[in-house]
């Protein structure tokens, strides 16, 4: 994988930093169109339950958020379910997805539809 640009750096590493303050499965941040960042844990509580990236994109929304430019999940799944990315995909149907193991290695980015 190519070197990641600086502000998607930036977003992994506040993913992990998410999932390593809380001890969480997952941490997640994604980054709007005006550049702010929304970072979150999956959330495990018996009445409740979401992933990181659920979470993310809900604070992008309810804080006003019109579009995402990118999306980091950190987990050890290796992977990004695909609900995740479909919440992702409502917001910012040309960001990719990054996903990154707990230690900040990018294993994939997905890209949106069409895009290369």
Known sequence: MS???PEDAKIITLARAARARTGAAEG????????????????????????ALAVAVAMAVSSGA???????????????ASEDIAAVRDLGPKAP????APD??????????GAR
């Open 104 to 113: 900040g290695t990018v294993l994939t980015s997905i890209p949106a539809h």
């Open 3 to 5: 070197e990641l640009n």
């Open 66 to 80: 019109e579009d995402l430019e990118a999306a980091a999940l950190v987990t050890a799944a290796g992977a990004a």
């Open 28 to 51: 997640a941040a994604v980054r709007d169109e005006t550049g702010r960042t929304y970072s979150a844990t999956n959330v495990d509580l018996p009445s409740l339950r979401l992933t």
């Open 97 to 100: 997805v990054l996903v990154a």
